[in-house]
């Protein structure tokens, strides 16, 4: 028996990141461990965080959450992918959707045949990349519906149908989001104390985080602190002194003015990302409002340019008055110390591009219940926190600096000074490989599957060099048939899809 088991933690904040912390340790922690979250209706939440990738199934599923029941609260729609307009060059769109393109075929993915067929059939006989994608055809027609059973597909689709394997996530409310988070964690008994805290005391002579000050004097004592503090990284930072790893030279917005508008259209199943001239502007549609942003850099651009751009850009009439944030894009240089660990913003952030935040909120709960810790809160534990922290940051951030680099746009100094920087190592050898042969590795654990890296790369326009002379397992005339065949199963099983807006109605149109 560990007599040493922490009994008493503290979460610090009520955000997104705090109240899925807390749910998250109220299902799966011991109930003998008391869990208490501070937060402060003085300091309001970022509460602009709508978009997510499908890993977040996994997370409402362990905690049991009844989906629709999640999507009736949250107002939340159903999201295939992300369509990136104006990103390769002005007038050009793509689409990083989830799941397979084709099916992969011997020990090659589809694309290289697809690369092939491309690179030696004239111009236009091949369908575009993107057309071999259910997520990307039904996202364009404004269809969706769940991966459906093998057994409940119609015949003549056939059980290998993409039906089958479709994969999405979510745009949702974030601030009814962390409220129906708040619900269940407090129906399983975690404790929420309203109000700010003005001061950290740390004990002598190790530095550990004893308890935190509350403005009216109380002071609530704990073995284990959760920084879920937001940008300001109440705890990790103004108390421990975490440091910082400042990525903006790579990442170089730093500004986001957000402004919810009223919608005009049933809502697509996709966000957009609409390029311009220092930055970029998410659309996400909601079931009662669309959430829109310009995630711009100040350096380049002035805020008052930035909202005229985002006023002209949206489509509705606006909801609310636009509220503008500021950040700095990366990370903490350790994301647990001593006895702290930050979640959330106030680990670092790296702009909302590929809606990979709660993703990172959701895998540091993870990796803090597998190396949870106890009051002796061994170095090595932590070590290996901070590392796997690293691996996962150092490779969301590569993957977003390619959307900039990968631009063959030339028409403002935003855009001059993110095609000719100077990137990561890890960054440039993918794209050279990809450049030469058409060939990409997924490093091991990469968030981001080598279909991600494939849309991205393809749809900003790199084109590979040579195809994968392996395909010549197939004769000219078989690959073609193969690429007949792969299209034919996709625009099937796009249009047996009901449309989104047929989808929510029946499953979580909320009240
Ligand atoms: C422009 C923008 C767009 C985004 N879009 C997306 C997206 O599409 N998808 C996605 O996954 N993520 C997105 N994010 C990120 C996402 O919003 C955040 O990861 C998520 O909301 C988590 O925020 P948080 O809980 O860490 O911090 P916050 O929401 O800032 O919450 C901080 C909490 O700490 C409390 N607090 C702070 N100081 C004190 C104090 N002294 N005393 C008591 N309480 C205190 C506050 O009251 C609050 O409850 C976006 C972020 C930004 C900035």
Redesign the pocket.
Known sequence: MNNKRIRNVVI???????WMTAAAMSKLLDRDIKVRL???DE??????????IPMIKLFNQALDLDENDFLKFTKGTFKLGIEFVNWGNIGESYMHGFGEIGRHLGVLDFYHYWLRAHMTSPAGSVPDLQQFSLNNVAAKMDRFMRAANPATIPPELGPNSPLTRIANAFHFD?GLYARYLRHYAEARGVERIE????DTVLREPDGFIDAVVMENGTRIDGEFFID?????G?LIEQALHAGFDDWSHWLPCDR?I?LPTESVAPPRPYTQSIAHGAGWQ?R?PLQHRVGN?H?FSSRFMSEDEAAAILLKNVEGKPIAEPRT?R?TTGKRKKGWVKNCVA????SG?ME?LE?????M?QSAIARLFSLFPDRDFVQADIDEYNLLTDYEAERIRDFLILHYKATRRDDTPFWNYCRTMEVPEALARKIALFESNGRIFRDTDDLFAVVSLLQVMQGQGIKPQRYHPMTHTLSEADNREFMRVQKAMVDQAAAAMPTHAEYIARQCKAG
Do not use: D
Request: some cysteine; overall charge neutral.
């Open positions: 610090v904040g009520g955000g997104t990141a705090g501070i937060e402060s300091i309001s939440t970022v509460g602009v965080g709508e978009a997510t974030a109000g700010k805290i003005v879920c503090s937001g940008f300001r109440l986001a957000a998410w996400i942003g995630v944030l950040f979640i959330g913003l106030a952030f909302p809606s990979t935040s709660i993703h909120v």
